[in-house]
């Protein structure tokens, strides 16, 4: 009996997100064939499964993928539900082709995987719960800083009567227990989720202060500043800058700057900051560094997510975790790109405006591979190179009436 054929696709995207539908865009545009997997059922559900009140810290206008403007006002901020239905509705209105409930165990180098000769040479077999497929090209498109909950190795030594909870677990104030909260790690998700329980436990807040924007979130100078905050986040926090270099491993691994929730906020509510780490667990109790040990009912854990890709079986990553890329481009594995990064070209990759331009450039990348590798590896344009925002654009009237950004 023969063995089955696997399916050819030229290139496949793995992540139905903002990151594989903004490549998914760029491929199409360009007339190129291509599938994108994603194992949720719905597109938009990594969003959907966030806490109740999550909103964008983005204003509408900043949250448009290339091709379709964000269907609200210009300075509103959505709703979780609202960015994940225009996700939804993204993908449906351009038609992309995508695969939900598909779940992709493994990913390896053609040559090392058992398929036919004509499909040996060259590129890279997916493994899905579907079968076996063949793909010139794979984009990686699983998430900004990895899907996998980081919490502390001492988590489990905690009494085992504290209710501990990561912050993707963290839906509402009411699914807590009575009793102090102590919420670790004071980057955007510790300060909002921190900032909301107040109102009903009492809360501590344990994490260095990792600086907030200079003006209130809600005011009319916010308005002012954010546009400059996204060009520098553009054009000068980048791979290619000293001071992009420095504040990269500070972003992957710890956090950005506060936006909404700002120290007067959490002053206001009651929160109790300490400034410092939780270091270990005494008497099964945690331990915040000049606090020392702490009688809580909860411990939510803000502390980020881990990189893993375990499934991928290829040497490409370094000790942390991450893959050795440069803008999402891997020399070491042709034909293998990253998108959605956080810091894969800049600290606007993790943002969803930065996701058409870091698209842009894979693409670009991609398909000039095919047909002019040796040339195109010379006088290729780095993303940060290549503009999609510039300091100068702001809110524009579109046909409808509504507001939009030229991107």
């Given at each position: 009996?023969s063995t089955?054929?696997?399916?050819h696709?030229?290139t496949?995207i793995?992540?139905?997100g903002?990151a594989?539908?903004a490549?998914g865009y760029q491929l199409?545009?360009?007339?190129r064939?291509?599938v994108?997997?994603?194992?949720e059922?719905?597109?938009?559900?990594?969003?959907r499964?966030?806490?109740?009140?999550l909103?964008l810290?983005?204003?509408a206008?900043?949250?448009?993928l290339?091709?379709?403007?964000f269907?609200a006002?210009?300075?509103?901020?959505?709703?979780?539900e609202?960015?994940?239905d225009y996700?939804?509705?993204y993908?449906a209105e351009?038609?992309l082709?995508v695969r939900?409930?598909?779940?992709?165990?493994?990913?390896?180098?053609?040559g090392a995987?058992?398929?036919?000769?004509?499909?040996?040479?060259?590129?890279?077999?997916?493994?899905?719960?579907?079968?076996?497929?063949?793909?010139?090209?794979v984009?990686?498109?699983?998430?900004?800083?990895?899907r996998?909950?980081?919490?502390?190795?001492?988590?489990?030594?905690l009494?085992?009567?504290i209710v501990?909870?990561?912050?993707?677990?963290?839906?509402?104030?009411?699914q807590?227990?009575?009793?102090?909260?102590?919420?670790?790690?004071?980057?955007?998700s510790?300060?909002?989720?921190?900032y909301?329980l107040?109102?009903?436990?009492?809360?501590?807040l344990a994490g260095?202060?990792l600086?907030?924007?200079?003006v209130?979130?809600?005011?009319?100078?916010?308005?002012?500043?954010f546009p400059?905050v996204?060009?520098?986040?553009?054009?000068?926090?980048?791979?290619?800058?000293?001071?992009g270099?420095?504040?990269?491993?500070?972003?992957?691994?710890?956090g950005?700057?506060?936006l909404?929730?700002?120290t007067?906020d959490?002053?206001?509510r009651?929160?109790?900051?300490?400034?410092?780490?939780?270091?270990?667990v005494?008497?099964?109790?945690?331990?915040?560094?000049g606090?020392?040990p702490v009688d809580v009912?909860?411990?939510?854990?803000?502390t980020?997510?881990?990189?893993?890709?375990?499934w991928?079986?290829?040497?490409?990553?370094?000790?942390?975790?991450w893959?050795?890329?440069?803008?999402?481009v891997?020399d070491?594995?042709?034909?293998?790109?990253?998108m959605?990064l956080?810091?894969q070209?800049?600290?606007?990759s993790m943002?969803v405006?930065g996701a058409?331009?870091d698209?842009?450039?894979?693409?670009?990348h991609?398909?000039?591979?095919?047909q002019e590798p040796?040339?195109?590896?010379?006088g290729?344009e780095?993303?940060?190179?290549?503009?999609?925002?510039?300091?100068?654009?702001?809110?524009?009237?579109?046909?409808n009436?509504?507001?939009?950004?030229?991107?």
């Amino acid at each position: 009996m023969s063995t089955p054929q696997p399916e050819h696709i030229e290139t496949v995207i793995i992540g139905a997100g903002q990151a594989g539908l903004a490549t998914g865009y760029q491929l199409q545009r360009r007339g190129r064939p291509f599938v994108i997997m994603d194992s949720e059922g719905r597109i938009g559900d990594g969003w959907r499964h966030q806490w109740d009140t999550l909103r964008l810290f983005t204003p509408a206008w900043a949250n448009a993928l290339p091709g379709k403007p964000f269907p609200a006002p210009a300075w509103s901020y959505p709703t979780k539900e609202e960015f994940a239905d225009y996700l939804e509705s993204y993908a449906a209105e351009l038609a992309l082709p995508v695969r939900l409930g598909t779940h992709v165990a493994r990913l390896q180098a053609a040559g090392a995987a058992d398929v036919s000769e004509d499909r040996a040479t060259g590129g890279y077999v997916v493994t899905t719960d579907g079968g076996q497929i063949h793909a010139d090209n794979v984009v990686v498109a699983t998430g900004t800083f990895g899907r996998t909950a980081a919490v502390p190795d001492f988590a489990d030594q905690l009494d085992p009567a504290i209710v501990q909870l990561h912050s993707s677990e963290y839906r509402r104030p009411g699914q807590l227990p009575p009793g102090p909260v102590l919420v670790v790690g004071a980057s955007h998700s510790g300060c909002d989720i921190a900032y909301e329980l107040a109102a009903t436990h009492a809360t501590i807040l344990a994490g260095r202060d990792l600086g907030q924007i200079p003006v209130p979130f809600d005011s009319r100078r916010f308005r002012l500043v954010f546009p400059l905050v996204l060009f520098a986040f553009a054009h000068v926090l980048t791979r290619r800058t000293p001071i992009g270099r420095k504040e990269m491993d500070e972003i992957r691994f710890h956090g950005g700057f506060r936006l909404r929730v700002q120290t007067k906020d959490l002053e206001e509510r009651g929160v109790d900051w300490v400034k410092d780490r939780v270091t270990g667990v005494e008497d099964g109790r945690p331990v915040v560094e000049g606090r020392g040990p702490v009688d809580v009912s909860t411990v939510i854990w803000c502390t980020g997510f881990r990189q893993t890709f375990g499934w991928i079986d290829l040497d490409l990553f370094d000790d942390r975790g991450w893959p050795r890329e440069l803008g999402g481009v891997v020399d070491a594995a042709p034909g293998l790109y990253f998108m959605g990064l956080g810091f894969q070209s800049a600290a606007s990759s993790m943002m969803v405006h930065g996701a058409g331009r870091d698209a842009n450039h894979v693409v670009r990348h991609l398909l000039a591979r095919r047909q002019e590798p040796a040339e195109y590896r010379r006088g290729t344009e780095q993303p940060w190179e290549t503009t999609s925002w510039k300091l100068g654009d702001r809110p524009t009237r579109a046909g409808n009436g509504k507001r939009r950004v030229s991107i």
